[in-house]
Nanobody
């Protein structure tokens, strides 16, 4: 059974930085393409970033490109999302996701989901 556990959410002021981490259990993180989605109150869940297995090619939503960085730490068996220059509109619950095969931008393509971690950016 594969489980994903996020950590690192919290409250930060606009312009600040925050890092999220996602640990996998059951399989090593290198076996998956990993990603992050987010969902703000009253809004649909949206793609944030992803990193493909084997190639480590990364993908970002236009809204976070240049501000967020996704990376994989195989020795620690985690995938991380470093968020900088945060804006109030980044406020959401952030979900770690995993799938076998190449990374995708659609939530329906991901087989495994974490429980989510809250990120709140105050203005």
């Amino acid at each position: 059974q594969v489980q994903l556990v996020e950590s690192g959410g919290g409250l930060v002021q606009a312009g600040g930085s925050l890092s999220l981490s996602c640990a996998t259990s059951g399989r090593t993180v290198s076996a998956f393409s990993m990603g992050w989605f987010r969902q703000a109150p009253g809004k649909e869940r949206e793609f944030v970033a992803a990193i493909s297995s084997a190639t480590d090619v990364t993908y970002y939503a236009d809204s976070v490109k240049g501000r967020f960085t996704i990376s994989r730490d195989n020795p620690k068996n985690t995938v991380n999302l470093q968020m900088a220059s945060l804006k109030p509109e980044d406020t959401a619950v952030y979900y770690c996701v995993a799938r076998y095969g190449l990374a995708r931008r659609s939530s329906v393509d991901y087989d495994y989901w974490g429980q989510g971690t809250q990120v709140t950016v105050s203005s």
